[in-house]
């Protein structure tokens, strides 16, 4: 149901006022009467009341307005019949009244119904140069002072001249009955609010909505919360709020929200120069609180910087190793472009973790053993903290399993220098996942040696003794050690130079003979410079402790048997040879292909 606040209405307004017999119209004709927070209203129009005949014959002639007979219906009988909760709301005000049209006998009688003066209606009015009443501004013209109709005031009469329809005796003249109805007026707390149905209530307004919180700082084209304190309301009718918004310092406003909510959202456009907001609380009745305002924002017009074009992965990704993440630069309009935010998203998820601000353009990242899957996205910021959009990576799935390690007194690439004998390297193997089996291979000058099935933490040689050395030629070789568990292969790579530049060929047991061993053939298929040292030595006697060593060099070059000096074996005769070749100083190198021989 509407209402109005009676203290808020113009003059002239028009209000409704329960009567005993129905709603009737009333005007609004000047607030502060007689006193601050009193509003007088008068009846549009005049009543049928029992007439103002006063004490004389004639009632044109009767000076006496107090206790006639309008003076008593208007209080007693009309007053009765208006609305109870009207009534209580009427209250006694003093009203001027020269008795008898006399200056001399002014009285002050106090009515809560009344009836106008002559001087209240027509400005500058008088009755033989007496006023009793100031001239309400309403009636500033004629229009408003016939409009309704011939009607009684509470002046004396001077004459029986009717005043543009106003008589100085008032009301609708009845030649009949020689009466005149009023037009009864009375005052209403300015506080008071009026409803349509004519029905009256003395709510009060809200109290001022709290404090109202915006952003401290707002960029153009952004969204942000505008927010205040409940209000409170002494009837408990509180029905909303009212949100406006200026932005050019408070001179203009205008509503973005009315609703029950403590808080509201407002698009800040792009362009606007700043902000500031202002709630007031409204109840039931339409009773309005006073203002509660923000405080004025200047606003930040500032373009998010563009999205990186590009971010990059790499495509095998390890649980417990490290990768680097990078991602190309971005652009930005306003020229204030400051870094990068990198977040991660792993095992399928949807939650992102920031891992990386800053101005660089990579990153490297460490991958826990154990993820399942991981992907990286990057956005750009700048000055203001404004960022792009999201620039998202494909989801790399990650390999868990750890390499198998080799452990070796020799680093990965060592040079073990020069070798002019037989060697070997020792290593271990092994892997913290304890499952897989470990596959060694061990290739000499990328030939494979050997391959094998590794116990874990147990010493191996890589041999290269006896015939496999001999067998190799002088010059640089390449070792290489590899552990493979079935996913990944681990390797050891060594190096070595040989250089061997003399050789000792002897048979490894001897030839044991029946009877004394007397001479011996030789026969050697070789190849040697001029300048290298050449020795051929046979013994008969070679399972003694100390064997005799005697030189058949010059019988195996003349193509001679040879006879042996020594006669003798302790342990019984026995053949064994030993031929010793060594480079000259030239430093040319030479072979021996074969021995032969015979001897009895």
């Known amino acids: 149901m509407a209402s109005v606040l009676l203290g808020s209405t113009s003059p002239g307004r028009v209000i409704k006022i329960k009567e005993s017999d129905g709603?009737?119209?009333?005007?609004?004709?000047?607030?502060?009467?007689?006193?601050?927070?009193?509003?007088?209203?008068m009846a549009n129009n005049a009543r049928k009341g029992?007439?103002?005949?006063?004490?004389?014959?004639?009632?044109?002639?009767?000076?006496?307005?107090?206790?006639?007979?309008?003076?008593?219906?208007?209080?007693t009988e009309f007053?009765?019949?208006?609305?109870?909760?009207?009534?209580?709301?009427?209250?006694?005000?003093?009203?001027?009244?020269?008795?008898n049209g006399l200056a001399s006998n002014p009285r002050t009688l106090y009515r809560k119904v009344f009836a106008l003066s002559y001087p209240e209606v027509v400005q500058s009015a008088s009755t033989s140069g007496h006023k009793d009443g100031t001239w309400i501004p309403y009636f500033d013209s004629a229009e408003k002072r016939a409009g309704h109709g011939t009607w009684w005031t509470r002046s004396p009469n001077t004459n029986s001249t009717n005043i543009i329809g106003v008589n100085n005796r008032g009301g609708i003249y009845s030649e009949s009955t020689n009466t005149w109805n009023p037009l009864p007026a009375f005052t209403l707390p300015?506080?008071?609010?009026?409803?349509?149905?004519?029905?009256?209530?003395?709510?009060?307004?809200?109290?001022?909505?709290?404090?109202?919180?915006?952003?401290?700082?707002?960029?153009?084209?952004?969204?942000?919360?505008?927010?205040?304190?409940?209000?409170?309301?002494?009837?408990?009718?509180?029905?909303?709020?009212?949100?406006e918004r200026s932005t050019n310092g408070g001179s203009s406003w205008s509503q973005i929200y009315q609703g029950t909510a403590v808080q509201t959202t407002n698009l800040v456009a792009f362009g606007t120069a700043s902000v500031m907001y202002r709630v007031k609380a409204y109840d039931e009745e339409g009773a309005e609180s006073g203002y509660r305002t923000s405080s004025q924002v200047t606003v930040v017009n500032n373009r998010a910087p563009g999205a990186p074009p590009a971010i990059s992965v790499p495509n095998t990704v390890k649980g417990g190793a490290s990768l680097t993440v990078s991602w190309s630069a971005a652009t930005d309009s306003d020229g204030n472009l400051s870094g990068y935010i990198?977040?991660?998203?792993?095992?399928?998820?949807?939650?992102?973790?920031?891992?990386?601000?800053?101005?660089?353009?990579?990153?490297?990242?460490?991958?826990?053993?154990?993820?399942?899957?991981?992907?990286?996205?990057?956005?750009?910021?700048?000055?203001?903290?404004?960022?792009?959009?999201?620039?998202?990576?494909?989801?790399?799935?990650?390999?868990?399993?750890?390499?198998?390690?080799?452990?070796?007194?020799?680093?990965d690439g060592?040079?073990?220098?020069?070798?002019?004998?037989?060697?070997?390297?020792?290593?271990?193997?092994?892997?913290?996942?304890?499952?897989?089996?470990?596959?060694?291979?061990?290739?000499?000058?990328?030939v494979v040696k050997r391959t094998f099935t590794a116990m874990r933490g147990t010493n191996n040689s890589f041999s290269v003794t006896g015939e496999y050395f001999q067998k190799l030629l002088n010059g640089q070789h390449t070792m290489v050690i590899s552990v493979s568990d079935g996913k990944v292969t681990v390797t050891r790579t060594l190096r070595f130079t040989k250089s061997v530049t003399s050789c000792r060929i002897t048979l490894a047991n001897p030839l044991?003979?029946?009877?004394?061993?007397?001479?011996a053939v030789m026969s050697i298929t070789r190849n040697l410079p001029a300048d290298a040292e050449f020795q051929v030595l046979v013994t008969n006697n070679a399972n003694d402790p100390t064997p005799v060593w005697e030189d058949i060099t010059r019988a195996l070059e003349a193509n001679l048997n040879f006879l042996f000096t020594n006669q003798t074996a302790a342990r019984g005769f026995a053949f064994n040879f030993i031929v010793t070749a060594r480079r000259g100083p030239s430093g040319t190198g030479g072979s021996i292909s074969s021995i032969g021989g015979a001897f009895e």
């Open 79 to 99: 007053f009765n019949g208006l609305d109870s909760a009207i009534r209580n709301q009427i209250a006694e005000v003093p009203i001027l009244q020269y008795k």
């Open 342 to 411: 990198l977040e991660r998203c792993i095992n399928g998820g949807t939650s992102w973790t920031q891992i990386y601000k800053g101005s660089a353009l990579k990153y490297t990242d460490t991958i826990t053993k154990g993820w399942t899957k991981v992907k990286y996205r990057v956005q750009s910021y700048d000055a203001y903290n404004a960022v792009s959009a999201y620039t998202t990576s494909a989801e790399r799935t990650v390999e868990n399993n750890t390499a198998p390690t080799i452990t070796c007194s020799s680093a």
């Open 50 to 75: 029992p007439g103002f005949n006063g004490t004389g014959t004639n009632p044109k002639n009767d000076n006496t307005y107090e206790g006639g007979t309008g003076d008593t219906w208007l209080n």
């Open 414 to 446: 060592a040079n073990l220098g020069t070798k002019s004998s037989g060697f070997s390297v020792t290593y271990s193997v092994n892997d913290v996942d304890t499952a897989d089996p470990l596959t060694v291979t061990e290739k000499m000058d990328n």
């Open 23 to 41: 709603v009737y119209d009333y005007i609004v004709l000047i607030h502060g009467y007689p006193a601050a927070g009193r509003t007088l209203v």
């Open 190 to 243: 300015s506080t008071l609010y009026v409803m349509d149905n004519g029905s009256v209530t003395t709510n009060t307004a809200p109290t001022v909505p709290g404090a109202m919180t915006i952003p401290s700082s707002i960029s153009g084209g952004s969204t942000i919360t505008v927010k205040w304190g409940a209000s409170t309301d002494a009837q408990n009718n509180l029905a909303g709020y009212k949100v």
């Open 512 to 519: 044991e003979a029946d009877a004394q061993i007397k001479k």
